[in-house]
């Protein structure tokens, strides 16, 4: 697949507009970067734009978390059952979604991003804890909510800040 200059240039655009969202708000990565890379950039294949998203999302995310690694703001213990459990989830949503047709797929993308819009927009039933750690009550949460969202991130391409963050 060549990429005209103009798309070269689009896809640039596109990227900083990625890289700028997840540095600010730790989240936008693949639910704009997929919509951009198809509609935008004109990537042809929705599974296509979804592997693709994927690198970029993942180096952005990379550069994100060092910053809040140095800032002391990464709980490790919880993040590593989250991460370990997100990325079986992933393997396997990644396999369920390469089975559905393209247009599908970007149909029920188009639904998950208004459902996660409006789950962003209530007010938490709960206020987290400052001081949480890893526990066996909390163990099943973690493991579960790391699967659901991998599962997903898998399916769709997404997964940072629009799923991770209010899981």
Do not use: E
């Not at 993942?58 to 459990?85: D, E, M, Q």
């Not at 247009?103 to 993308?109: D, Y």
Request: aromatic fraction near 6%; include cysteine.
């Amino acid at each position: 697949m060549v990429f005209s200059a103009t798309q070269s240039v689009l896809g640039l655009a596109s990227g900083m507009l990625v890289g700028f969202s997840l540095g600010l708000v730790g989240g936008g990565g693949s639910i704009l970067a997929v919509p951009l890379m198809v509609y935008v950039v004109g990537v042809p294949q929705p599974h296509v734009a979804i592997g693709t998203s994927a690198i970029a999302v993942a180096a952005n995310a990379a550069i994100n978390l060092s910053n809040h690694a140095r800032g002391g703001t990464v709980i490790w213990s919880c993040a590593l059952v989250f991460a370990l459990s997100g990325m079986f989830g992933a393997f396997g949503g990644s396999i369920l979604g390469k089975m559905l047709d393209g247009q599908k797929l970007l149909a029920l993308f188009s639904i998950v991003m208004l459902v996660i819009a409006g789950l962003m927009l209530k007010t938490r039933a709960r206020v987290g804890l400052t001081d949480v750690k890893i526990s066996m009550s909390n163990m099943p949460a973690i493991i579960g909510l790391g699967l659901a969202t991998g599962t997903m991130s898998g399916f769709f391409g997404i997964g940072g800040g629009f799923l991770i963050v209010p899981a």
